[in-house]
């Protein structure tokens, strides 16, 4: 994996020397890991990860054959790892990151028996937010979301896939997606923005009207400032549910949203088997979350049309929801991936603890859970080939973490924020503890 033994001299920015496990995750440039693969995340032993001045992987491999290779070169930085592994940053494939106000109560509703949808349906849940996100000033949204995404990088997250949905109004959406655009430049992650205007239908308004104006109006001016240069805009999403946006009004949103360029991924069969992953592979979507009630041929769909299954552990606990069958999915070969949906109704954006759950309650294995983590949760978002993995050529982003064994990330529940040593973006640390 280092380049074919020949002494680099070209200063470098960034060595990391010597850590007991370097999980690269892939070795061969594999967009992907599916079924049996899944469980065999690639590790380097004793290994050292070289950054380069471009912020990209140069070499990673044994430390004898780094230090050899890369003898009398210079480093920025040099992080000596002894005793500690290393992982590539985590990719968290689904976010509501840009909000509002506070739904704490609806928590405690919940608690008391009352359902999502019931909650949903009285006004509450998503509608409320959409109240207080409306009101809200872009400086608001802007330092609250700053906020919340450098939560996510201490918990290691270095990709984040972050949506709209919160304004169901063509100039709320606009501003959700500016708000993003606006962090970029704040916080060093790379953020993978959704436009999810259809994330509900407006108090007062019918489904197919509504879906007929995002196609009409809102879809084609995101376009616009996405070819002007303005915002940086790559995935489409729509929340298909039963008396949400059914079948017929979701499928003619994504598929305007597929002929104006943007990468399918949106929300499905999260209480009603509503055939997403069918719909998913009509439309050639690249992944759909949630995905609780999918049954057997909504999976056959997906293996077969290499879409993504992001799943959301967190939200299933916090809704105590069936669990999505990962098992089930991982068996038919579905590139199954992580995310932590984080949002006013389950609160959580740390990935360790999506991990967790999802090995506890989804019964994926450790190494599963980051193969779903890295690079199917990239793939998920169209950026596995700068993301996902430590590999040679692609974005030097990896976590540190204080413990001889990567598999301490997940099985420390909770304990992340004590055993990460250091986040790393583009060879730069943004994190250290
Ligand atoms: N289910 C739809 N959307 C979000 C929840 C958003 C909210 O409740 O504010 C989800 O993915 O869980
Ligand atoms: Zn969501």
Redesign the pocket.
């Known amino acids: 994996m280092s380049d074919g033994g020949v002494a680099v001299q070209v200063a470098q920015r960034l060595l990391v020397r010597g850590a007991a496990q370097v999980v690269v995750v892939c070795r061969g440039g594999q967009r992907y890991l599916a079924g049996p693969d899944m469980a065999d995340v690639a590790i380097v032993p004793n290994g050292s990860v070289v950054v380069g001045r471009d912020g990209d992987v140069v070499a990673v491999g044994p430390a004898e054959e780094i230090a050899a290779q890369f003898e009398g070169c210079s480093f920025d930085q040099i992080i000596d790892a002894q005793g500690h592994s290393v992982i590539p940053g985590l990719v968290d494939a689904?976010t509501?990151p840009v909000w509002a106000g506070d739904r704490v109560h609806e928590f405690a509703m919940k608690l008391a028996g009352a359902s999502?949808l019931d909650v949903h349906r009285a006004g509450g849940?998503?509608h409320s937010?959409v109240e207080w996100t409306r009101a809200a000033g872009e400086p608001q949204l802007l330092a609250s979301l700053c906020e919340r995404l450098r939560r996510a990088l201490r918990a290691g997250t270095t990709v984040v896939e972050a949506k709209s949905g919160?304004g169901l109004e063509l100039g709320t959406e606009l501003r959700m997606l500016r708000t993003l655009e606006r962090a970029r430049a704040l916080v060093p992650l790379r953020i993978v923005s959704s436009y999810c205007g259809a994330?509900a239908v407006p108090r007062g308004r019918d489904a197919d009207g509504y879906a007929e104006e995002v196609v009409r109006e809102h879809l084609p001016a995101v376009r616009r400032l996405v070819e002007d240069g303005s915002l940086r805009v790559e995935l489409a999403d729509v929340?298909l549910?039963r008396g949400v946006f059914e079948r017929d009004a979701a499928r003619s949103v994504l598929r305007a949203a597929r002929d104006l360029g943007f990468l399918l991924n949106f929300?499905g069969d999260?209480f009603t088997d509503m055939g997403a992953g069918e719909l998913a592979a009509e439309l050639g979507a690249r992944a759909v979350?949630?995905l609780e009630e999918t049954s057997d041929q909504g999976i056959a769909a997906m293996a077969t049309a290499r879409c993504a299954a992001v799943l959301?552990p967190s939200?299933a606990y916090v809704l105590r929801l069936k669990e999505p069958r990962a098992r089930a999915m991982i068996d038919a070969g579905v590139i199954v991936a992580l995310g932590s949906?984080f949002?006013?109704?389950?609160y959580c954006i740390a990935m360790p603890v999506v991990m967790n759950l999802a090995c506890v309650r989804l019964r994926m294995s450790l190494p599963e859970a980051l193969a779903a983590a890295t690079i199917n949760a990239a793939y998920a978002l169209g950026c596995e080939e700068r993301h996902g993995s430590l590999e040679p050529g692609k974005q030097g982003d990896m976590v540190i973490i204080a413990e001889p064994r990567w598999e301490h990330i997940i099985y420390q529940l909770g304990c992340h924020g004590d055993i990460i040593s250091h986040v790393i973006t583009q060879g730069n640390v943004v994190y250290e503890k």
């Not at 949002?343 to 389950?346: F, L, R």
């Open positions: 689904h509501h999502y849940g998503i937010t919160y994330h929340f549910e929300h999260e979350s949630h959301l939200t949906d949002n006013p109704n389950a």
